[in-house]
Nanobody, 118 residues
């Protein structure tokens, strides 16, 4: 169906930057939107940023002005540029895609850890 492979996470100092990547593959006819969620232990998974196939984006208030989402529809790839990282950005980041297989569905990557080094 849809496989999502994330890369780019790791350890970063406060104020530093990281760029996450996620590539989608599989037997889907179209991708309607891709994005990133994050989760810390004991809390619900929360939206970080999302981009539609038409290029519309929406970001969480907590990352506005610091994180930028972008995508290449031809490559079925989405990126999250994270700047001015804060300790509270430490989380497992999950790539997601809303894609048409037999019907529209949400698909998730395995998650990638972004950790503050302080």
């Amino acid at each position: 169906q849809v496989q999502l492979v994330e890369s780019g996470g790791g350890l970063v100092q406060p104020g530093g930057s990281l760029r996450l990547s996620c590539a989608a593959s599989g037997t889907f006819s179209s991708i309607n939107a891709m994005g990133w969620y994050r989760q810390v232990p004991g809390k619900e998974r929360e939206l970080v940023a999302r981009i539609t196939s038409g290029g519309s984006t929406n970001d969480a208030d907590s990352v506005k002005g610091r994180f930028t989402i972008s995508a290449d529809n031809a490559k079925n790839t989405v990126w999250l540029q994270m700047n001015s990282l804060k300790p509270e950005d430490t989380a497992v980041y999950y790539c997601y895609a809303n894609a048409m297989v037999r019907y529209n569905g949400n698909y998730w990557g395995k998650g990638i850890l972004v950790t503050d080094s302080s």
